[in-house]
């Protein structure tokens, strides 16, 4: 059992380049999401997601994009990566009345 | 809207000190609270939880009691361990229908254990 499965774990973009987090998880849960983590500013929501076809924004979402095309997947893009995006991102899932799931990370840079 | 403020850190104790770190939200309804732990280099693992005012959640030696009339979910630990040293995030769950189950978290709290 894999739980939440992010990749990559680490990434250097340039400026204005794009790229997309994976994440999946096997645990057939309906509610994924996407927070990032900046020092001593705990977790910010990105986007989340109540089931395979329904996105909602959460405090964060300029400059990013999500899809949730299966159960499994919810992978968050960001179009033209900016200073401001650098990092660490966490995807998580949870089923109701549980405490959430959390993958392990992406430490993103960007240059 | 919902709020979570935890004391800052980092905190820095002996081995076997007795560990507290404080938790108070802010939210309508009845949230259920969370404590989570982040080891280095690692995502956020849940550490326990409380859903209903009173309840008392534990793990690991860890213990929170949910206090609806001071809005508190303090962390307590009575003799802590070097392999305790981790950060502690505090977060609720709004009771509103219709919130998607998100957690809003606390910034995060850095407790080191030293020998």
């Known amino acids: 059992n894999a739980g939440v499965t992010q990749t990559p774990k680490f990434r250097i973009l340039k400026i204005g380049q794009s790229m997309t987090l994976q994440c999946t998880q096997d645990?057939?849960?309906?509610?994924m999401y996407w927070y990032r983590q900046d020092p001593g500013m705990g977790l910010k929501l990105i986007y989340y997601?109540?089931?395979?076809?329904?996105?909602d924004k959460g405090e964060v979402p300029n400059g990013y994009n999500v899809s949730r095309s299966t159960t499994e997947d919810f992978p968050l893009r960001l179009e033209l990566a900016a200073p401001s995006q650098t990092s660490v991102y966490f995807c998580?899932?949870?089923?109701?009345?549980?405490?959430?799931?959390f993958g392990s990370g992406t430490r993103l840079t960007v240059v | 809207g919902d709020s979570v403020t935890q004391m800052e850190g980092p905190v820095t104790l002996s081995e076997e000190a007795f560990l507290t770190i404080n938790c108070t939200y802010t939210?309508?309804?009845?949230?259920?609270l969370f404590w989570y732990v982040q080891y280095p280099g690692e995502g956020l693992q849940l550490l326990l939880k409380?859903?209903?005012?009173?309840d008392k959640g534990s793990n690991k030696g860890f213990e929170a009691t949910y206090r609806k009339e001071t809005t508190s979910f303090h962390l307590e630990k009575g003799s802590v361990q070097v392999s305790d040293s981790a950060v502690y995030f505090c977060?609720?769950?709004?009771?509103?229908?219709?919130?998607?189950?998100?957690?809003?978290f606390g910034t995060g709290t850095q407790l080191k254990v030293e020998l």
């Open positions: 939210a309508t309804g009845y949230p259920s």
């Open positions: 977060a609720l769950r709004g009771s509103l229908t219709g919130g998607g189950n998100k957690l809003t």
């Open positions: 409380a859903t209903k005012a009173d």
């Open positions: 998580a899932s949870v089923r109701a009345n549980y405490g959430y799931t």
């Open positions: 645990m057939n849960h309906n509610y």
């Open positions: 997601s109540v089931g395979a076809g329904i996105t």
